[in-house]
């Protein structure tokens, strides 16, 4: 069974501080999605990395897939009220078809 | 491009029934995958079809079932409903690219409510 760890599971920040979100495993994934959740609404997508290494920028957000593709993190910039929600990574495995997906990280910005 | 719809967006039920959810995926996306989400557990996988068959399974107790139709709609039945499956059901469209994988794009997700 492929796992995914997240840490932290909760962070409370405040505006303009940076920070970064861990989503780690043993396994080795062929790619890796980065969605952010509002509450009441479903996950949105937010980037996927596929590349050991590659570094990928949203705006304030940089996504980093490690270079075993078994670990990627999530570093926000200046964060902002609006980043507020819950922040899920999930990896597939080409062969299994299906997401497995971590138990997210809870973020909260004050103003 | 219409997103993933999934009706209806609020149900309550009393313990014992069954209920019904229904999912309409991207158009041109084939699979379609179910989760359970809670505040304890999170996203829990549930099961997921791709082109009217079930494909992978999650470890669900067999109350919970699905299927899907020629035009990629999905449907989940839950039977015998108890407290505990109370939670936010969420539906996920994907087209699976070899470059990016199975990227999921959720519909706003049913919020059942069981009493």
């Known amino acids: 069974t492929q796992l995914l760890e997240q840490s932290p599971q909760f962070l409370s920040i405040q505006e303009g501080e940076n920070l970064t979100v861990y989503c780690n495993s043993s396994s080795v994934f062929s790619s890796l999605q980065w969605y952010r959740q509002e509450p009441g609404e479903g996950p949105v997508l937010l980037v996927t990395v596929v590349t050991g290494g590659e570094v990928k920028k949203l705006k304030r957000l940089t996504f980093q897939f490690g270079d075993a593709r078994k670990d990627s993190s999530l570093h926000i910039t200046a964060a902002q009220p609006g980043d507020t929600g819950l922040y899920l990574c999930?990896?597939?495995?080409?062969?299994?078809?299906?997401?497995?997906f971590g138990d997210g990280t809870t973020l909260t910005v004050k103003p | 491009k219409a997103g993933v719809t999934q009706t209806p967006r609020y149900l309550i039920k009393t313990r014992g029934q069954q209920v019904t959810l229904s999912c309409s995926p991207i158009?041109?996306?084939?699979?379609v995958s179910w989760y359970q989400q809670t505040p304890g557990q999170g996203l829990q996988f549930l099961f997921e079809y791709f082109s009217e068959t079930q494909r992978n399974k999650g470890n669900f107790p067999g109350r919970f079932s699905g299927r899907q139709f020629s035009n990629s709609r999905s449907e989940m039945n839950v039977s015998t409903l108890e407290l505990g499956d109370s939670a936010l059901y969420l539906c996920a469209s994907s087209l699976m690219l070899p470059r990016t994988g199975a990227e999921a794009f959720f519909g706003q997700g049913t919020r059942l409510t069981v009493v």
């Open positions: 999930a990896g597939q495995n080409t062969n299994a078809g299906k997401s497995t």
């Open positions: 158009s041109g996306h084939r699979s």
